[in-house]
Nanobody, 121 residues
Framework: VQLQAYGGGLVPAGGSLRLSCAASGSIFSINDMGWYRQVPGKQRELVALIRSGDSTNYADSVKGRFTISRENAKNTVYLQMDSLKPEDTAVYYC????????????????WGQGTLVTVSS
């Protein structure tokens, strides 16, 4: 199983970016999908999470500016980032909690390779 993230880049403050992340491989189903971010010297932090039933959680710092969504048929999660601020600059990692086979309820955590988002002031 692999997670491939796309969409990072350089954007001015106030601008928008859309990240996407597709899971591929032998997948039975996906529970939670989400986005985390990390800056050098700090712990990785949750940005947004979307569950299989489409309920969502957001970090307080991004509420009202970021929107997470998923497309189950494509095993893909998106993060629409609007009104970006310089403090949003980080490497963004996608995450998925994946069930691999029908005959086991065990799930496994997978991470994408990270995509850099840089917001200039």
């Amino acid at each position: 199983v692999q997670l491939q993230a796309y969409g990072g880049g350089l954007v001015p403050a106030g601008g928008s970016l859309r990240l996407s992340c597709a899971a591929s491989g032998s997948i039975f189903s996906i529970n939670d999908m989400g986005w985390y971010r990390q800056v050098p010297g700090k712990q990785r932090e949750l940005v947004a999470l979307i569950r299989s039933g489409d309920s969502t959680n957001y970090a307080d710092s991004v509420k009202g500016r970021f929107t997470i969504s998923r497309e189950n048929a494509k095993n893909t999660v998106y993060l629409q980032m609007d009104s970006l601020k310089p403090e949003d600059t980080a490497v963004y990692y996608c995450y998925a909690q994946i069930r691999l086979i029908r005959f086991s309820s065990a799930t496994y955590d997978y991470w994408g390779q990270g995509t850099l988002v840089t917001v200039s002031s």
